[in-house]
């Protein structure tokens, strides 16, 4: 798959610019745009922790605690998944407020646009991958 992009796109022993979590929106287990936005940002010089597919929002939220993250990445590439990027945006936000937290959240996928990001309240949105790189390094200051 998609492995055989990395060897191109990352730069090993570079200092990381930022920790992100990223993965698929629960119930959603396709990860093709997820593990092309991964690469893209590990290749940017950023820490990935990539949870996988079909993410339970507190498994983000625990991930983003534990490793220090800068930023949370959703995606999804159902629209039954814009139900749960909300729930996941709206409780993560929450954690921010009331359990010591300080991540950015980005959301991506095909069913997922501005409109709906800014719905939901999520830091930002991109459309690609590469703007999800752009908009990550926004984030962190890089």
Do not use: C, W
Request: charged fraction near 25%; charge should be negative.
């Amino acid at each position: 798959g998609l492995e055989i992009l990395r060897p191109f796109l990352a730069k090993p022993g570079a200092k990381p610019h930022g920790i992100v979590v990223i993965g698929t929106a629960r119930g959603d287990l396709h990860d093709i745009g997820k593990n092309l936005v991964a690469m893209l940002l590990e290749g940017a010089g950023f820490r990935i922790v990539d949870l996988g597919t079909d993410v339970d929002t507190e498994r983000f939220i625990e991930t983003a605690q534990n490793e220090g993250a800068d930023l949370i990445a959703i995606s999804g590439l159902l629209t039954t998944s814009m139900i749960e990027i909300d729930k996941a945006v709206r409780a993560i936000s929450e954690a921010n407020k009331t359990r010591n937290l300080n991540v950015k959240v980005m959301v991506g996928g095909p069913p997922v646009n501005q409109d709906f990001a800014d719905k939901i309240e999520a830091d930002g949105y991109e459309e690609d991958a590469p703007g999800a790189v752009r908009r990550a390094r926004q984030f962190i200051g890089h």
